[in-house]
């Protein structure tokens, strides 16, 4: 599974954006797809998942702001980030496990200035 996440870039505090994340093959074939960011000497922690049938978890920090969506005519899955702070800055991941195996997109940049 190949996954290739977009739409990061430079944001001030309170503005927002959107990712993207685009798979190779049909993500309703997939257990669940997520975003993670990390932050350097930082784990990688969750932002927001989708479950196959539809089920939603959202990482405490993002509730209220984040929202995760999925387009399954399109393969893609995406991540609104509004209301966006300095402390989310990080590299965003897109994430589908899928076999039995975690697959990993290459990354995306979010920059948010105070």
């Known amino acids: 599974v190949q996954l290739q996440a977009s739409g990061g870039g430079v944001v001030q505090a309170g503005g927002s954006l959107r990712l993207s994340c685009a798979a190779s093959?049909?993500?309703?074939?997939?257990?669940?797809m997520g975003w993670y960011r990390q932050t350097p000497g930082n784990e990688r922690e969750l932002v927001a998942r989708?479950?196959?049938?539809?089920?939603?978890n959202y990482g405490d920090s993002v509730k209220g702001r984040f929202t995760i969506s999925r387009d399954i005519a399109k393969n893609t899955m995406y991540l609104q980030m509004s209301s966006l702070k300095p402390e989310d800055t990080a590299l965003y991941y897109c994430?589908?496990?899928?076999?039995?195996?975690?697959?990993w997109g290459q990354g995306t940049q979010v920059t948010v200035s105070s």
């Open positions: 093959r049909r993500i309703s074939s997939f257990n669940v």
């Open positions: 989708i479950y196959g049938g539809g089920s939603i």
């Open positions: 994430n589908a496990f899928y076999w039995g195996r975690d697959n």
